[in-house]
T-cell receptor
Framework: DIQMTQSPSTLSASVGDRVTFTCRAS??????LAWYQQRPGKAPKLLIY???SLGSGVPSRFSGSGSGAEFTLTISSLQPDDFATYYC?????????FGQGTKVEIK | QLQLQESGPGLVKPSETLSLTCSVS??????????WGWIRQAPGKGLEWIGT???????YYNASLKSRLTISLDTSKNQFSLRLSSVTAADTAVYFC???????????GGQGTQVTVSS
C-alpha cells in the first residue's frame, strides 16, 4: 500500500497568515492527489484534485502543487473558516490511502 | 450539481450486517467516467477508505474489509449501497459517501451517518 505522510501534524497560525502543508507519498503517484478540508462534525470537503486543480466553489486562496511523491497545499491568507483539519489522499493506486491529517489551530 | 445523502440505521448489533444507502441527485450513477465510494471515520481518528465502485459496476475494496464488504449500484433508484457483514465495535464510525468524475477525488457531499455497533 502507498503510505501518505503529512507534515506538520499541527500548525498554529493567525488570520491573514500564508500557510503551507506538505504531503509525501511512499512511492510516485503522478498527480493523482486530492486535498480535503474537514471541520469538526462535518464531511470532508474536496479542495484540490489532480494535485493542483481547484474543486468546485473553492476559494482561490487555496492552491496545490507537486507531482510524483511530494505535494503541497497553500492557503495564501488564512481566514476564520479555514481553521480545520486537512487531509491528503492518493487515488493513483488501489487501495486509496489518506494522510494522517494536519490540524490548523488559532495562534 | 452533484448531491449525495447517506441513510441507514444508526445502531447495529455485533455480528449483524450494516446496510447503508447513498442517494444521488444531479448526476446519473451510470454516467460514464464517474465513480462512487465510501469512507469512514472512527471516533477521534482519521479518514479510512472503504471502497469504490465505477459507473460500470467495477469495484475496489479495502483489503481489511473485503471479505465482509459489498458495494453495489441501483441504477433504477440512482443510489449505491454498502453492506458490511459480521460487524464488531471496530466498525463504529461515521460513514460518508461520495462521488465524482474519475479525474477527481471523491466529493463527499453528504453529512455522513453515524453507525454504532453495540448490543
Amino acid at each position: 500500500d502507498i503510505q501518505m505522510t503529512q507534515s506538520p501534524s499541527t500548525l498554529s497560525a493567525s488570520v491573514g497568515d500564508r500557510v503551507t502543508f506538505t504531503c509525501r507519498a511512499s512511492q510516485g503517484i503522478s498527480s493523482w492527489l486530492a486535498w480535503y478540508q474537514q471541520r469538526p462534525g462535518k464531511a470532508p470537503k474536496l479542495l484540490i484534485y489532480k494535485a493542483s486543480s481547484l474543486g468546485s466553489g473553492v476559494p482561490s486562496r487555496f492552491s496545490g502543487s507537486g507531482s510524483g511523491a511530494e505535494f503541497t497545499l497553500t492557503i495564501s491568507s488564512l481566514q476564520p473558516d479555514d481553521f480545520a483539519t486537512y487531509y491528503c489522499q492518493q487515488y493513483n493506486t488501489y487501495p486509496w490511502t489518506f494522510g494522517q491529517g494536519t490540524k490548523v489551530e488559532i495562534k | 450539481q452533484l448531491q449525495l445523502q447517506e441513510s441507514g440505521p444508526g445502531l447495529v448489533k455485533p455480528s449483524e450486517t450494516l446496510s447503508l444507502t447513498c442517494s444521488v441527485s444531479g448526476v446519473s450513477i451510470s454516467s460514464h467516467n464517474y465513480y462512487w465510494g465510501w469512507i469512514r471515520q472512527a471516533p477521534g481518528k482519521g479518514l479510512e477508505w472503504i471502497g469504490t465502485i465505477y459507473y460500470n459496476g467495477d469495484t475496489y475494496y479495502n483489503a481489511s474489509l473485503k471479505s465482509r464488504l459489498t458495494i453495489s449500484l441501483d441504477t433504477s433508484k440512482n443510489q449505491f449501497s454498502l453492506r458490511l457483514s459480521s460487524v464488531t465495535a471496530a466498525d463504529t464510525a461515521v460513514y460518508f459517501c461520495g462521488g465524482a468524475a474519475t479525474i477527481s477525488g471523491l466529493d463527499y457531499g453528504g453529512q455522513g451517518t453515524q453507525v454504532t455497533v453495540s448490543s
